[in-house]
């Protein structure tokens, strides 16, 4: 299967303070990264989707500005959150998209942020 | 808009028993449907997946058929074991929304020895 890759795996942070996830596809080229974010317990919830080259797509109630995503090649999707705050606190998991129905989603381990 | 309901957890079996989650689904398209599968600690995995009506998916003793009459993707797996404790989730994919996938709640799973 597909290998996809997050880095860092968890981090800590000061509120207020900034932090970027990476995610990398390292065996297949995706033109679409979809992220999600999941709350202990809960379910995922898409955030975002990120098209190699141009503007990611929020899903309504995602603030643009706080969680900028930035897809600058077919291997490799940033997720950045701005003036983090405790409330952010939760695990990000990105999902290339292959494009073709009925393919299999691959996802990447996780990053698990937790902001002091 | 797409959504996926699931049966509420926890449940809790006895090694050996017979499991079913149910999951139903609303989708405006023809939806493929997914059960992920998410062990402690761990990032989701795929389990099985069905792309039509009356497709059947199946992987490690675990089945779920695509039911369109119904619009049911219900997972049963015969006989549990201990390393079947996890949080599965029911999943569609809907190709008119770009293969974004829609989530149902997910439902934890923990088996007794």
């Known amino acids: 299967g597909a290998v996809v890759s997050q880095h860092p795996s968890w981090v800590i942070c000061k509120s207020g303070t900034s932090v970027k996830i990476e995610c990398r596809s390292l065996d297949f080229q995706a033109t679409t990264m979809f992220w999600y974010r999941q709350f202990p317990k809960q379910s995922l919830m898409l955030m975002a989707t990120?098209?190699?080259?141009?503007?990611?797509?929020?899903e309504q109630g995602v603030e643009k500005d706080k969680f900028l995503i930035n897809h600058a090649s077919l291997t490799l999707s940033t997720l950045t959150v701005t003036s983090a705050h405790p409330e952010d606190s939760s695990f990000y998991i990105c999902?290339?998209?292959?494009?073709?129905?009925?393919?299999?989603?691959?996802f990447g381990p996780g990053t698990r942020l937790l902001v002091l | 808009g797409n959504s996926v309901t699931q049966m509420e957890g926890p449940v809790t079996l006895s090694e050996e028993a017979f499991l079913t989650i149910n999951c139903t689904y609303t989708?405006?398209?023809?939806?493929?449907l997914f059960w992920y599968v998410q062990y402690p600690g761990e990032g989701l995995q795929l389990l099985l997946k069905a792309t039509k009506a009356d497709d059947k998916g199946s992987n490690k003793g675990f089945e779920a058929t695509y039911r369109k009459e119904t619009t049911s993707f219900h997972l049963e797996k015969g006989s549990v074991q201990v390393s079947d404790s996890a949080v599965y989730f029911c999943a569609l994919s809907d190709p008119s929304a770009g293969n974004k996938l829609t989530f149902g709640g997910g439902t934890r799973v923990l088996v007794k020895p």
């Open positions: 999902s290339p998209n292959f494009g073709t129905r009925g393919e299999t989603q691959y």
């Open positions: 989708a405006t398209g023809y939806p493929s």
């Open positions: 990120s098209n190699e080259g141009s503007k990611a797509t929020y």
